[in-house]
């Protein structure tokens, strides 16, 4: 067994590509466990050192064993960049570019070059990748709470140490999407593994206290279970969504849902109730949406610029807490146009070939969240739009490529048959 085993790490590490490819894919769950916690300190410092090494590690994969593309995931992020750029001109704010889009832009550009070099199989391995990162945070995540996690404290809101809770509880929920997706798609004892992981993951999302995730979270489920089966098995799969949503109803009469209980009674009061209690969060970001909507109408084309909005909403010192209108008030149309299409084009794409639910419901579930909060500067999302862009299959597709060989650059348009970079 041992003897096959080394034989088997011989192969793996027996070319210089080889190994940097491995290195490459085994800081990416590293990569995914620090970004998730990378709003606070020492935790973002650790995130800055992984996406440099990951980004230099790549940028040497390419320029030494293949070539760079650009095509249009490239066009539509530089695009989104450029829309930025050219607010913080108008708004004279240069110097306060925002450096986060940057990088952010430049390691998904990057790590699209890795992607597109990989086969669909190895695709999938990088989401399996992305779950054990959340898998390492869940872990620390119950080790840091212990006794809340261990007595199921649901109304305290946990995991302010480590990122706004509402933007933790995203990035637990996308996992549980992920996780939800294998426990379909593969076979054997692996199965038990994504059930115990996505269990692992609803109940700490439960956690954080976020009600929006939650239902964002119910509605997407009961999509995806509908999306990924057919025929007479769209009965019994409509059969399991009507029994989930009892339970869901049943569970919060106990008294550990008591707070996402009040929570939903008194979000239905402020909408359809003229008495009881109402959502005081809820009709705050219904108020800071609104102001942000005025802001947008003043400058439609190119916005107040980032980080803007907050001077000047309510004063307050506050975001919209809604990416529509967050994207429409700092970069105007242009810089939502470009964004939305940055997350639209590859959902479109996937839905419709199939085995592309990864790349489909990841971004669907961060399309459908920005009506409740910010997602265009945060961190995974620099992760899950290139891959779900990777997937898309070219049968022949024209792009441009730069390439490095005999100490001469060489810049070229070409036609490629999937995938891109066989030849």
């Given at each position: 067994?041992?003897?096959?085993?080394?034989?088997?790490?011989?192969?793996?590490?027996?070319?210089?590509?080889?190994?940097?490819?491995?290195?490459?894919?085994?800081?990416?769950?590293?990569?995914?466990?620090?970004?998730?916690?990378?709003?606070?300190?020492?935790?973002?410092?650790?995130?800055?050192?992984?996406?440099?090494?990951?980004?230099?590690?790549?940028?040497?994969?390419?320029?030494?064993?293949?070539?760079?593309?650009?095509?249009?995931?490239?066009?539509?992020?530089?695009?989104?960049?450029?829309?930025?750029?050219?607010?913080?001109?108008?708004?004279?704010?240069?110097?306060?570019?925002?450096?986060?889009?940057?990088?952010?832009?430049?390691?998904?550009?990057?790590?699209?070059?890795?992607?597109?070099?990989?086969?669909?199989?190895?695709?999938?391995?990088?989401?399996?990748?992305?779950?054990?990162?959340?898998?390492?945070?869940?872990?620390?995540?119950?080790?840091?709470?212990?006794?809340?996690?261990?007595?199921?404290?649901?109304?305290?809101?946990?995991?302010?140490?480590?990122?706004?809770?509402?933007?933790?509880?995203?990035?637990?929920?996308?996992?549980?999407?992920?996780?939800?997706?294998?426990?379909?798609?593969?076979?054997?004892?692996?199965?038990?593994?994504?059930?115990?992981?996505?269990?692992?993951?609803?109940?700490?999302?439960?956690?954080?206290?976020?009600?929006?995730?939650?239902?964002?979270?119910?509605?997407?489920?009961?999509?995806?279970?509908?999306?990924?089966?057919?025929?007479?098995?769209?009965?019994?799969?409509?059969?399991?969504?009507?029994?989930?949503?009892?339970?869901?109803?049943?569970?919060?009469?106990?008294?550990?849902?008591?707070?996402?209980?009040?929570?939903?009674?008194?979000?239905?009061?402020?909408?359809?109730?003229?008495?009881?209690?109402?959502?005081?969060?809820f009709l705050e970001r219904t108020h800071l949406a609104m102001y942000g909507l005025r802001l947008?109408?003043?400058?439609?084309?190119?916005?107040?610029?980032?980080?803007?909005?907050?001077?000047?909403?309510?004063?307050?010192?506050?975001?919209?807490?809604?990416?529509?209108?967050?994207?429409?008030?700092?970069?105007?149309?242009?810089?939502?146009?470009?964004?939305?299409?940055?997350?639209?084009?590859?959902?479109?794409?996937?839905?419709?070939?199939?085995?592309?639910?990864?790349?489909?419901?990841?971004?669907?579930?961060?399309?459908?969240?920005?009506?409740?909060?910010?997602?265009?500067?945060?961190?995974?999302?620099?992760?899950?739009?290139?891959?779900?862009?990777?997937?898309?299959?070219?049968?022949?597709?024209?792009?441009?490529?730069?390439?490095?060989?005999?100490?001469?650059?060489?810049?070229?348009?070409?036609?490629?048959?999937?995938?891109?970079?066989?030849?």
């Open positions: 067994m041992f003897k096959k085993l080394t034989i088997k790490m011989k192969a793996k590490f027996s070319s210089l590509e080889t190994t940097l490819k491995s290195i490459i894919f085994a800081l990416i769950p590293l990569m995914t466990f620090f970004l998730i916690m990378s709003d606070r300190k020492p935790y973002n410092s650790l995130a800055f050192i992984l996406y440099g090494i990951e980004t230099l590690l790549i940028l040497f994969f390419i320029i030494k064993y293949h070539k760079f593309v650009f095509d249009v995931f490239s066009l539509l992020l530089g695009f989104f960049v450029l829309t930025v750029l050219i607010s913080q001109l108008t708004n004279f704010t240069l110097i306060d570019f925002p450096r986060t889009i940057l990088l952010l832009s430049i390691f998904g550009i990057n790590f699209y070059q890795f992607l597109i070099t990989l086969n669909e199989e190895e695709k999938h391995n990088v989401y399996k990748l992305i779950i054990l990162g959340g898998i390492f945070f869940a872990i620390y995540f119950i080790i840091y709470y212990f006794d809340d996690v261990i007595h199921l404290r649901f109304n305290e809101r946990l995991g302010r140490d480590f990122s706004d809770q509402n933007d933790l509880a995203k990035n637990l929920a996308i996992f549980v999407i992920l996780s939800e997706i294998f426990i379909i798609k593969v076979k054997g004892k692996n199965k038990i593994i994504y059930i115990i992981s996505t269990f692992l993951f609803l109940v700490l999302m439960l956690l954080t206290g976020s009600i929006s995730n939650l239902l964002v979270l119910i509605v997407l489920s009961a999509a995806l279970l509908f999306y990924m089966t057919k025929g007479k098995q769209r009965i019994f799969v409509t059969i399991a969504i009507f029994a989930m949503f009892l339970l869901f109803i049943v569970s919060l009469q106990l008294p550990f849902m008591s707070y996402f209980r009040t929570r939903l009674i008194n979000m239905y009061n402020l909408v359809f109730s003229e008495s009881g209690k109402i959502d005081h969060s947008f109408i003043s400058k439609p084309i190119f916005g107040y610029g980032y980080n803007q909005v907050q001077f000047y909403t309510m004063g307050k010192d506050a975001f919209s807490h809604n990416n529509f209108i967050e994207l429409l008030a700092s970069f105007g149309i242009l810089g939502f146009a470009a964004f939305e299409i940055l997350l639209l084009y590859p959902i479109i794409k996937n839905w419709k070939k199939q085995k592309k639910e990864l790349a489909v419901f990841s971004l669907l579930y961060i399309f459908v969240f920005q009506i409740f909060l910010i997602v265009f500067r945060k961190k995974i999302e620099y992760f899950l739009i290139p891959l779900a862009f990777s997937l898309i299959d070219y049968p022949i597709y024209k792009c441009y490529t730069l390439s490095f060989k005999n100490k001469k650059i060489y810049f070229s348009k070409k036609n490629y048959s999937e995938p891109l970079l066989s030849e």
